[in-house]
């Protein structure tokens, strides 16, 4: 197995380790994610401004009205698939189609084009010819596209897996989805958004993409899809998440020091010369290893890169 990978089963297992929540995901970890999602697709709230939207209802500063509105929707679509996990739900084209449909509610409108009409907030799928990575999709490409790659999802999601095997599972799909975009607005929100619900069904801490890393993650994309091949975006992926599961380490193990070392000053008597406490935090060392990564591909391209798999054979 890859070392990336493996360091991944490891960095979940050092999480749960250290009090990380990872099947009661918290409200502050949903506002991060959906805040990082929305910059992908174009959104210029911070996290900040988010968390202010979401617990204060204010929109405050410069930012465009259509930016709140838009990160609103999204926090609602991911609160859809969040229940629908919790039921146990399957990823369908029905749900997907409503994840996007409730994304787009506010900022989506009726089109024109390909000689038809569809509806973004109703999760309808474009009709206008779309350029996926294996060809040129109309209307009902579009749909037999998605009806396939859902059906190919279920039953990998059926099998037996590691955290590993999860994570890269998520980033395919977020891949295979992106890669022939069947809605014409937050087409990559979606496909997160189906990343996500993989991720929570697995038991996992969900990735966030963070906002500096957008450039990253659309050049990791657009090259996938250039060269037919799946892994420029799957390791970018895997170093993104890396780097976001060892910053929420550091913050659970932030809270741990700090819940510790305030359970000792509650229970422990007051310094003398026989009762030293000194080397408490000793007993909890410091994080010293950087969180930062290079974002390097480890896996590169090669040279004869091969056609592109058919949807009728298993990527997943």
């Given at each position: 197995m890859n070392a990336k990978w493996s360091s991944l089963d490891k960095l979940t297992a050092d999480y749960r380790a250290l009090g990380g929540d990872i099947e009661e995901f918290g409200t502050s970890e949903l506002y991060v994610t959906v805040a990082c999602h929305a910059a992908i697709d174009g959104s210029s709230l911070t996290v900040g401004d988010a968390s202010r939207l979401f617990d204060l209802g204010l929109a405050v500063g410069d930012r465009p009205l259509v930016d709140y509105l838009a990160v609103s929707d999204l926090k609602?679509?991911?609160?859809?698939?969040?229940?629908e996990i919790a039921k146990g739900a399957e990823?369908?084209?029905?749900?997907?189609?409503?994840?996007?449909?409730?994304?787009?509610?506010?900022?989506?409108?009726?089109?024109?084009?390909?000689?038809?009409?569809?509806?973004?907030?109703?999760?309808?799928?474009?009709?206008?010819?779309?350029?996926?990575?294996?060809?040129?999709?109309?209307?009902?490409?579009?749909?037999?596209f998605v009806d396939t790659?859902?059906?190919?999802?279920?039953?990998?999601?059926?099998?037996?897996?590691?955290?590993?095997?999860?994570?890269?599972?998520s980033f395919k799909a977020a891949y295979n989805l992106s890669s022939i975009s069947p809605w014409s607005l937050y087409g990559n929100a979606t496909a997160l958004i189906a990343m996500y619900m993989v991720q929570r069904a697995g038991g996992l801490v969900p990735t966030a993409v963070a906002p500096d890393l957008?450039?990253?993650?659309?050049?990791?994309?657009a090259i996938s899809k250039e060269y037919r091949n799946i892994a420029p975006f799957v390791n970018f992926m895997k170093t993104a998440h890396i780097k976001h599961l060892k910053?929420?380490?550091?913050?659970?193990?932030?809270?741990?020091?700090?819940?510790?070392?305030?359970?000792?000053?509650?229970?422990?008597?007051?310094?003398?010369?026989?009762?030293?406490?000194?080397?408490?935090?000793?007993?909890m060392p410091e994080e010293n290893e950087s969180s930062t990564i290079m974002l390097v591909e480890d896996e590169p391209i090669p040279a004869d890169l091969p056609k592109a798999v058919d949807l009728n054979e298993i990527e997943f």
């Open positions: 609602e679509a991911y609160m859809v698939a969040d229940s990823i369908t084209p029905e749900l997907l189609r409503r994840l996007n449909g409730t994304a787009s509610a506010r900022t989506g409108r009726e089109r024109i084009g390909g000689g038809g009409i569809w509806d973004e907030r109703k999760g309808e799928y474009r009709i206008d010819d779309t350029a996926g990575e294996r060809s040129v999709y109309d209307r009902r490409g579009v749909a037999a790659f859902c059906m190919q999802l279920r039953e990998a999601m059926s099998q037996s897996m590691s955290p590993s095997e999860w994570y890269e599972l957008k450039e990253e993650y659309l050049k990791s994309l910053e929420m380490s550091a913050v659970s193990l932030a809270a741990e020091r700090k819940k510790y070392l305030s359970d000792a000053q509650k229970h422990t008597p007051a310094k003398t010369e026989d009762n030293p406490l000194e080397g408490l935090f000793a007993l």
